[in-house]
């Protein structure tokens, strides 16, 4: 039990466009959804927390407008990265909790590489 | 806030040594402390966890050990196989609500054959 899934697993687009990653828990019902970012070598840096339904609660620093993310039900999470630019690169990895059994864990999906050219 | 700090940040052991990560963190009122193994590529995946009411934890070949009094906590691999080479987070949070851990640095363990 506990899987997450994200789709894309790759990602390349071009500089200004707009990019979907989605992240679904596949056997529980998430109420809490994670985005992180990771660049190479580094920690895991959280973006943002979600619960269904609700607006997401940003990082400092992070910028809600370039970073939307949707918590529409309790199996799907979308980010999207607005206006893409290369510093936008990077790994972005997403987990999500849920109630009972999945309470007060973390479990994470396997990344989308985001590569903005 | 919370303060994880990790070390080493690379652990280079051939096969059949054991590997020691340690971790301290900030904050007393921590009281889950989870670690996780991430391969090239992947996202993190649970390996083991312990909260503060423990001081030890076995699972196999890896093992976890906690010291409140210090505030530091640690992840013991022994008899250490190739596949064992990953990145490991430590990470320290307190449990219930949102639950949202601070990670550590990472450390990079290669396993030579």
């Known amino acids: 039990g506990a899987v997450v899934s994200q789709h894309p697993s790759r990602v390349i687009c071009k500089s200004g466009t707009s990019v979907k990653i989605e992240c679904r828990s596949l056997?529980?019902?998430?109420?809490?959804m994670f985005w992180y970012r990771q660049f190479p070598k580094q920690s895991l840096m959280l973006m943002a927390t979600?619960?269904?339904?609700?607006?997401?609660?940003?990082e400092q620093g992070v910028e809600k407008d370039k970073f939307l993310i949707n918590h529409a039900s309790l199996t799907l999470s979308t980010l999207t990265v607005t206006s893409a630019h290369p510093e936008d690169s990077s790994f972005y990895i997403c987990?999500?909790?849920?109630?009972?059994?999945?309470?007060?864990?973390?479990?994470f999906g396997p990344g989308t590489r985001l590569t903005v050219t | 806030g919370e303060n994880v700090e990790q070390h080493p940040s690379t652990l280079s052991v051939q096969e059949g040594d054991s590997a020691v990560i340690k971790c301290t963190y900030s904050d007393s009122a921590s009281n889950y402390f989870p670690w996780y193994k991430q391969e090239l590529g992947k996202g993190p995946q649970l390996i083991i966890d312990i909260r503060s009411n423990v001081g030890e934890k076995k699972d196999q070949r890896i093992a976890v050990t906690l010291n409140k009094t210090a505030k530091h906590f640690s992840l013991h691999i022994t008899e250490t196989q190739p596949e064992d080479s990953a990145v490991y987070f430590c990470?320290?949070?307190?449990?219930?609500?949102?639950?949202?851990?601070?990670f550590g640095r990472g450390t990079s363990l290669i396993v030579h054959p």
């Open positions: 979600s619960n269904e339904g609700s607006k997401a609660t940003y």
């Open positions: 056997d529980f019902q998430a109420t809490t």
């Open positions: 987990s999500a909790s849920g109630t009972g059994a999945f309470y007060g864990e973390q479990y």
């Open positions: 990470a320290a949070t307190l449990s219930g609500g949102s639950y949202i851990p601070t």
